[in-house]
């Protein structure tokens, strides 16, 4: 997901928190009755479904993801099970601003089923009452082709899902470069400084709180501090701010070298992505692992252009699908969730959108597993072995917004 909690958004989560606590007053949301959902056998579940609208909510900046969503997986969802998607382009907090204010109302068939989620808008979500489930245990897909003892599926940011989400794709971050341009690729935090110097003016990241930026900002506290440490470390900001003081000055010695000397930040990835397309900066990043070939395929990167990772490994995490606890159509949105689990569309979406997959290899049939396997992912991409033998776990997810703020205070314009 692409964006952080809003202030406001906080505040009304916190509104809703408040009168979940309180004595029995305000609206709430009365839950399904087990005959509904949780009793329910997927069979009937997909008799239920027939002839609904499952409505997904999610960031819609990803055209071709939008366009195969639209027109690849609706399609199936419509011939398969008669039921019509409906999608819904919308920032994540905006996403949840609508889904509390609904809650808060009392509504109980509300406008949301489906939500592309992750990080530390699952965790307050969840922790506030605004999901449905669990459900995962209940997908046909999800018991017979997902490893469910994995950590890529049991936790989110290091939070526990308990069954709340279902994954939809792994990420993984890894940089850009053209080799044509720049042949000597950084292996590690002191070669990156020494990249950045032999390239003044043309090398910067995203301003926190960008997903990839801040991606990025973690990736060198992993490099400078080691990762261990934070993986169960409590979020309070001055043991935060002890444990990351080296990367911060790490990055603060970065600043006169990047571009506009670190005085200011692009805005988004999409905008970095823009200015290595134009050759104004000569370094990109993203968490779309693989889609370098698409944009070699598209024209959009040289032919020489290359994605490449530090030696000491980069951050990877999952991004699931949720349920809105006030749904009215979650047998609905259980059948959509379950096929998007399911071996075709997940290799469909490696083949077209090249997505990681989120099932375990070692449950497909040697017929699924070629499936996969027949993919070409095309140029300027990192074997997935290769890729995903240097993978790092993600921080727990209320460190995040907690190192965003310390970059703020400590690193920007320093």
Request: charge should be negative.
């Amino acid at each position: 997901m692409k964006k952080r909690i809003s202030a406001a958004l906080l505040a009304v989560i916190a509104a809703l928190s408040m009168t979940a606590c309180g004595n029995n007053e305000g609206p709430k949301v009365e839950k399904k009755t087990a005959l509904e959902t949780e009793e329910m056998s997927f069979d009937r579940m997909k008799e239920e479904a027939k002839g609904t609208t499952v409505t997904f909510y999610g960031w819609g900046g990803d055209e071709k993801l939008n366009e195969w969503l639209d027109n690849s997986f609706a399609p199936v969802m419509k011939e398969t099970y008669d039921i019509t998607m409906e999608r819904v382009p919308m920032e994540i907090d905006q996403i949840l601003s609508q889904l509390s204010g609904e809650i808060q109302v009392g509504e109980k068939d509300g406008s949301i089923d489906m939500i592309w989620i992750n990080g530390e808008n699952f965790r307050s979500a969840k922790e506030n009452n605004m999901l449905y489930g669990p459900f995962a245990d209940k997908l046909p897909n999800f018991q017979n082709y997902v490893d469910g003892k994995s950590e890529d599926v049991t936790l989110d940011f290091a939070y526990p899902i308990e069954g709340f989400e279902a994954p939809y794709g792994k990420a993984q971050i890894v940089m850009i470069a053209d080799t044509a341009v720049t042949p000597d690729m950084p292996k590690s935090a002191e070669d990156f400084k020494e990249f950045v110097r032999k390239y003044p003016g043309k090398v910067t990241y995203p301003a926190l709180p960008d997903f990839t930026g801040s991606a990025f900002v973690r990736n060198m506290i992993y490099e400078i501090c080691g990762y261990e440490q934070f993986l169960d470390m409590k979020g309070d900001k001055e043991t935060v701010k002890a444990a990351v003081e080296p990367a911060m000055a790490y990055l603060r010695e970065l600043n006169p070298y990047l571009w506009n000397e670190g005085k200011t930040f692009p805005d988004s990835s999409t905008t970095l992505d823009n200015m290595f397309s134009d050759g104004e900066v000569v370094l990109n990043m993203t968490y779309d692992a693989y889609g370098t070939a698409v944009k070699i395929a598209d024209g959009a990167y040289t032919q020489t252009t290359q994605s490449f990772q530090f030696e000491k490994g980069t951050i990877g995490n999952t991004n699931f699908m949720a349920i809105a606890a006030n749904s009215g159509n979650k047998a609905g949105a259980m059948v959509a969730i379950n096929e998007m689990l399911s071996p075709e569309i997940q290799a469909d979406r490696y083949d077209t959108l090249k997505v990681i997959p989120v099932l375990d290899n070692s449950k497909l049939s040697k017929e699924q597993k070629a499936s996969f396997d027949e993919v070409e992912l095309g140029k300027g991409t990192i074997p997935q072995d290769e890729l995903l033998s240097k993978r790092l776990p993600e921080m727990p997810a209320e460190l995040v917004p907690i190192i965003e703020e310390i970059w703020t205070e400590e690193v920007a314009g320093k």
